[in-house]
């Protein structure tokens, strides 16, 4: 690598990274088994008394070295302070109670939750056992989990609450408020979905990653969100110069993604419309077994809970939270029917892009330096429009639009794309058939109930109206607390020769055609396993603009129709969607 070389185009990339709901309980090698239940620990200064306490101004620990030097914690839930400490002895006042000896001891309200690091054999972290449980520091800052509340046998409170994460390191994760006063206490804990990327097994020791090696698709060109921070420059009420007084950084905010692709899936309906189910075929009678290594990248999904996972050597991600490991089976690598319906809450499914400069040919290792690329992940990126455009004799082409909720610099020893290097050994690209995209000439339209034969261009629009929410909590001015959806509106735009009066008649009707009439169809199909179907009803035609062409020659119609409810989508191909 030269001295000082700059970086280029040629060593950006970015790729996708699944959102999906986080058990970290269940995680492979991250939970503790106790009374059936895989459970996280309570973490901080936390400790037993190594004698019994029945009066006096001495509390004996088995160990306070966490603990300091003055402060308030709860001896098995009960309230006590301490005023000086002394190796493994506390000071107090007479506490009016006995204690038996092993008594939980916290020395502050239990905030973190934390587990093992662990390789994939079960033993610590080597270069030869890489890590299959550690995070990447802080991507969680600012997201929501569940806790489910337990005792140390392993026995539920039957208590659950949901709270802001407040940071994480590679095996703890944090929140803005108490979660226990007994050091004993124990937690399933799940990270919820929006703004949540999906943790990886490490490529290499000492390093992290996210799942970060998915196939965007056929990326024409791409601009990722941009990072605005609102400037706040004050005067101070002073004289004596012109020059501002004083000047600081507000909310920071991030601008739009823009994407634009030659469609050659359909996840990104998926992201659009918000909900999915689908349909897949076992290999045989294969299913998850969890000592089973394998050459990574193999797909499994539980048709009861309408869930895809990746397996990466003895992990499934996102991790599985049902115990009977035979729920999970194999895909055998053909067509996978989806179905996409609307999602009319405010929230919809996200996704986050990792986006990476390197220089030259960048080796990554674990003191690879940030002098040698940089990388970016924006979390919580949830699609506002959508746009398919397809033109005579050309791919169908797709616009997306997306918001993002959160800029996270990666840190130091992160390992981007998963440390893929090569487009064809990024998730989901496929064969030649399947990378293709879809082409206008395999396109079919249906409207008013008959087929329209000559069109030739148009476009369908799905806009989500997404309105940036910011709430008062924990977390920082780079986040964004939410993303509401708000007003779902489509629209269609053709430009067709016309050989009858349908469209001027329609649009002079005062009331919505129907499904009685003809709902819209629009297909795209490369063959009967991979095509794309959108179903739409109760539509207005809102707009026919008919010219007066000076050549003679046939009059192109440019018409504007706005259903008003989705019918139906489907997609059916080879593309894994993890959501």
Request: aromatic residues 10%.
């Amino acid at each position: 690598m030269v001295l000082n070389e700059v970086y280029t185009g040629a060593g950006a990339s970015a790729t996708m990274i699944p959102e999906t709901e986080i058990a970290l309980h269940e995680g492979n090698q991250i939970g503790t088994t106790i009374n059936s239940n895989n459970l996280l620990r309570t973490t901080e200064a936390k400790t037993t008394l190594a004698s019994s306490y029945s009066s006096g101004t001495s509390l004996v620990l088995t160990d306070a070295s966490n603990f300091p030097t003055s402060g308030t914690g709860y001896i098995n839930g009960d309230e006590f302070t301490w005023t000086n400490k002394s190796s493994n002895t506390l000071t107090v006042a007479d506490l009016g109670n006995s204690y038996s000896s092993g008594a939980d001891v916290s020395g502050d309200l239990l905030k973190k939750v934390e587990w093992v690091l662990k390789g994939s054999d079960g033993n610590s972290p080597a270069s030869d056992n890489l890590a299959v449980n550690n995070l990447v520091a802080d991507i969680y800052k600012g997201c929501y989990a569940k806790l489910d509340k337990y005792n140390s046998s392993g026995v539920a409170y039957g208590t659950s609450e949901t709270l802001i994460v407040t940071g994480n390191t590679a095996n703890t994760v944090t929140f803005g408020q108490s979660i226990s006063t007994k050091g004993g206490d124990m937690f399933k804990c799940t990270i919820l979905a929006y703004g949540s990327p999906l943790y990886a097994p490490s490529t290499i020791y000492n390093t992290t990653n996210v799942l970060a090696d998915n196939w965007l698709g056929l990326v024409n060109t791409i601009t990722p969100p941009t990072v605005d921070a609102e400037m706040k420059q004050l005067n101070l009420a002073l004289g004596g110069t012109r020059n501002y007084g004083f000047q600081f950084k507000g909310a920071e905010s991030l601008g739009e993604a823009s994407i634009d692709l030659s469609l050659n899936h359909g996840a990104w309906l998926y992201y659009a419309l918000g909900k999915m189910t689908f349909s897949a075929v076992q290999n045989g009678s294969d299913v998850y077994a969890q000592t089973t290594n394998g050459t990574g990248g193999e797909v499994y999904f539980h048709a009861a809970n309408n869930t895809l996972h990746r397996k990466e050597g003895d992990v499934l991600l996102p991790p599985n939270t049902d115990s009977t490991l035979a729920n999970y089976k194999k895909w055998d690598g053909n067509k996978i029917a989806y179905t996409f319906t609307e999602a009319n809450s405010g929230d919809l499914p996200s996704f986050a892009l990792e986006v990476t400069n390197e220089k030259g040919n960048t080796t990554y290792s674990a003191t690879t330096t940030n002098t040698d690329h940089y990388s970016r992940i924006f979390t919580g990126c949830q699609i506002n429009t959508l746009t398919l455009n397809f033109e005579e004799g050309q791919d169908v082409k797709a616009t997306v639009g997306a918001v993002s909720r959160k800029a996270h610099d990666a840190p130091l020893a992160y390992i981007p794309k998963r440390n893929v290097t090569s487009p064809s050994s990024l998730f989901n690209f496929s064969d030649t058939d399947t990378n293709n995209p879809y082409m206008f000439s395999d396109g079919t339209i249906k409207i008013f109930g008959q087929t329209m034969a000559r069109i030739k261009s148009g476009s369908v629009t799905i806009t989500n109206n997404i309105m940036p929410q910011r709430f008062i909590g924990n977390y920082d001015r780079s986040i964004t607390s939410a993303h509401i959806a708000g007003q779902r509106m489509y629209e269609l735009n053709l430009t067709l020769l016309v050989t009858d009066r349908t469209i001027w008649d329609e649009l002079r009707k005062k009331n919505e055609t129907t499904s009685t009439t003809g709902l819209i169809d629009i297909e795209f199909a490369k063959s009967d396993d991979d095509k794309i179907n959108l179903k739409f009803d109760n539509y207005l035609t809102t707009s026919v603009d008919i010219p007066f062409p000076d050549d003679k020659g046939p009059l192109e119609v440019n018409m504007v129709v706005q259903p008003r409810t989705l019918n139906s989508c489907t997609y059916t191909g080879k593309w894994v969607i993890q959501g």
